[in-house]
């Protein structure tokens, strides 16, 4: 199911192509509403990239065993929330004390979670 997740944002990553044009030619209008039509789709994307990789995340954690296990307490994750969120990395209780902390704010754009790891280790 992750997989098939994964296959799905990155080919529809891929269909979204070079995307809208960052400048127009026109009033200011035709501006206003092409920035916003670029700020929107950024948004999208950034969203789908973010996805593809919890998902790829997710991925090695059920190749590596770590899968539904919280990354804070090392509890099992329960059933219900993995159903909900197959890409939880944590349990109800450390998700909720993250979230506390505010530790759980939308990530920034190319800025991962986990150091990257160098390319020819992937
Ligand atoms: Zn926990």
Redo the contacts with the bound molecule.
């Keep these: 199911m992750l997989t098939a997740r994964l296959a799905l944002l990155t080919r529809r990553l891929a269909d979204l192509g070079p995307g809208v044009p960052r400048f127009v030619v026109g009033d200011d209008g035709d501006h206003a509403v092409a920035n916003e039509a670029y700020e929107l789709e950024l948004h999208a994307r950034e969203r789908m990239v973010q996805d593809a990789r919890d998902l790829s995340a997710a991925l090695e954690r059920l190749d590596d065993g770590t899968y539904g296990i919280?990354e804070?307490?090392?509890?099992r994750?329960l059933p219900e929330r993995l159903v909900a969120i197959p890409t939880a990395t944590?349990?109800v209780?450390?998700q909720a004390a993250a979230e506390q902390r505010g530790d759980d704010e939308p990530r920034a754009f190319g800025v991962p979670r986990e150091p990257e790891r160098p390319l020819e280790e992937q």
Excluded: N, S
């Excluded at 804070?72 to 509890?75: L, N, S």
């Design positions: 919280c804070a307490c090392r509890d994750i944590r349990c209780r450390c």
